[in-house]
Every structure is written in structure tokens, then in C-alpha cells.
């Protein structure tokens, strides 16, 4: 076997499970039943105290010097991310928020050809437009409810979903936990000024610590990891599968059901993304030699 194929296999294998970790976070969000502020607050501190904690026991800085603008841009990107889906669960549908973040491939393809200078193929442009037509029936289906505003918020995660797996794809050397521990604490500071952190109840402080030291650090690590071995846009199309399991996990424990115009815009954005990704692999197939 050679080396690029393993290293291909490495990264689907650390996409996947990373995915898999990550499609309950909509869950653990609405299970924690706090505000929004004291959930990204409480996650972010122990995202931070717990890969921090590891960081320092392999002390491995070396690996940041020379990228730290480039750290810095992540570890804010990170934030942002975090911050903004809280944000979208507590504002919109579970439904809504994961297919809207299941766009991050496209955001990741734009930001490739307008920051990395790579071309983008007339047919990723023509998924960009048709997903895009599948997002505006989502937002339509929001436009006389309060669920507008978390549909912005999540439009804004997947924004900051691609262009981190972008610059994470051009800094491969680049170690990623410093950087979930530095995204951590700042998405913590932001939402400390809005946050009541010690007005919460038992279980809320269980749930919180499940997500916050071990699901969405171990999470994190592993899609973050998987841009070494491939490309941005690849490891965001897994993203597809948050979009169903993430929907069914609060549809089957919690009863929320997704409304029609969600079902309709994201079967239209699902398919759209399928049939680009495949379309892709197929295109690589053709142009690999033997």
C-alpha cells in the first residue's frame, strides 16, 4: 500500500470518528438547558483546562513558531465557531443548524480559491449555487419566527468551519491542540460578560463537563487532524453526516421534529453536496495515473 493511500485512509478514518463524536453536540447543547452565554462560557473554560492540561505534557511549541499569525486566525476561528452554533441551537431548529453547517465544504472551496489562489471547478460552482438555492428555502421556512437570527448565527459557524479547515490544510505541520485550548478560552472570555456561570442547576454542570472535557476536545482533535492527510473541503463534506445524525439524535431522544421548508432546502443541499463530492472522487479517479 502507499504511503498517500494510507495517509488517505488515515484522514477518513479520523474524519469519521471526529464526525460521529461531534453529531451529539446539537444534543448535549439542548440537554444542558442553560442560556446560550453560559454554555459556550462553561465549554470553552473546559475545552481549555482540558486540552491545555495534555498540551502541556507534551510541550511540542516548536511546532508554532514561524505559523503564529496563523495559530492566532485558527484558535479566533475556532472560537467563533463555537460560539455561533450555541448560539444557532438556542435560536433555531437543531434540523436548521445542521444542514446549514453541512455548507462548510463550499465555504471551505471559496476560501481555498480566494485566500490559497486554487482553482475552483465550474462544477463546485454550480453546487455552490444550487445548495445556496437549498439554503434560501431553509430561510424561508424561518422568515415569520424568532428561528431567523440562529439560522444567521449557523450560517456564520459554517462560515468559520471552512476557513478553518482551510488554513488548518495549509499548516499541516502545525500542532492543533494549542490551538482548540487558545479557541477554548477566548469563545469563554467573550461569553463571560453575558453569562451567569454559577446559577446553574446539577445536571446542567454533568452535561456541560461531558462536552466540554471530552466530547468536543476529542472532537475537535480529530477533524482538525484529518486536514494533514486531506483536503480541506474533503474533511468538511463529513459534515454531511452531522446533518442527519445530528437531526435524528434530537428528533428521536428530544421529539424535535424538522419543519417541511428544512426537510425540503436540506434534502436539495444534501444531494447537492453528495453529487459534487462524488463527482470529485470520480474526476480524481480519471486523472491518477494506472
Given at each position: 500500500m502507499s504511503l498517500e493511500l494510507q495517509d488517505h485512509r488515515r484522514g477518513l478514518l479520523l474524519a469519521t470518528f471526529g464526525i460521529l463524536v461531534l453529531s451529539v453536540d446539537s444534543l448535549l447543547v439542548r440537554l444542558a438547558s442553560s442560556d446560550g452565554w453560559n454554555i459556550v462560557f462553561?465549554?470553552?473554560?473546559?475545552?481549555?483546562?482540558?486540552v491545555g492540561v495534555l498540551y502541556?505534557?507534551?510541550r511540542r511549541l516548536a511546532t508554532l513558531r514561524g505559523h503564529e499569525g496563523a495559530a492566532l486566525l485558527s484558535a479566533l476561528l475556532l472560537a467563533a465557531m463555537s460560539t455561533l452554533f450555541v448560539l444557532a441551537v438556542m435560536h433555531t431548529r437543531v434540523a436548521n443548524v445542521v444542514v446549514i453547517l453541512s455548507t462548510a465544504p463550499l465555504f471551505a472551496a471559496l476560501f481555498t480559491r480566494f485566500c490559497l489562489n486554487e482553482a475552483v471547478s465550474a462544477r463546485t460552482w454550480m453546487a455552490i449555487a444550487f445548495?445556496?438555492?437549498g439554503l434560501l428555502i431553509v430561510f424561508a421556512g424561518s422568515m415569520q419566527s424568532a428561528g431567523m437570527l440562529g439560522n444567521v448565527y449557523a450560517l456564520g459557524a459554517s462560515a468559520a468551519v471552512g476557513g478553518n479547515l482551510t488554513l488548518l490544510r495549509r499548516f499541516p505541520a502545525m500542532d492543533r491542540l494549542p490551538l482548540i485550548a487558545v479557541g477554548g478560552l477566548v469563545s469563554?472570555?467573550?461569553?463571560l460578560p453575558m453569562a451567569t456561570p454559577l446559577r446553574l442547576d446539577a445536571g446542567s454542570y454533568l452535561v456541560l463537563a461531558v462536552m466540554?472535557?471530552?466530547q468536543m476536545p476529542l472532537?475537535?482533535?480529530l477533524i482538525n487532524n484529518a486536514t494533514r492527510y486531506l483536503p480541506s473541503a474533503?474533511?468538511?463534506l463529513f459534515y454531511l453526516v452531522e446533518a442527519i445524525l445530528g437531526t435524528l439524535w434530537v428528533w428521536w431522544i428530544l421529539g424535535e421534529r424538522p419543519p417541511g421548508a428544512t426537510v425540503y432546502g436540506g434534502a436539495l443541499t444534501l444531494?447537492?453536496?453528495v453529487a459534487n463530492a462524488w463527482l470529485g472522487l470520480r474526476a480524481r479517479a480519471a486523472a491518477s495515473p494506472g
Open positions: 462553561w465549554r470553552g473554560s473546559l475545552m481549555a483546562l482540558s502541556c505534557r507534551r445548495a445556496s438555492l469563554a472570555v467573550i461569553a466540554g472535557l471530552v472532537a475537535t482533535a474533503e474533511v468538511a444531494v447537492t453536496l
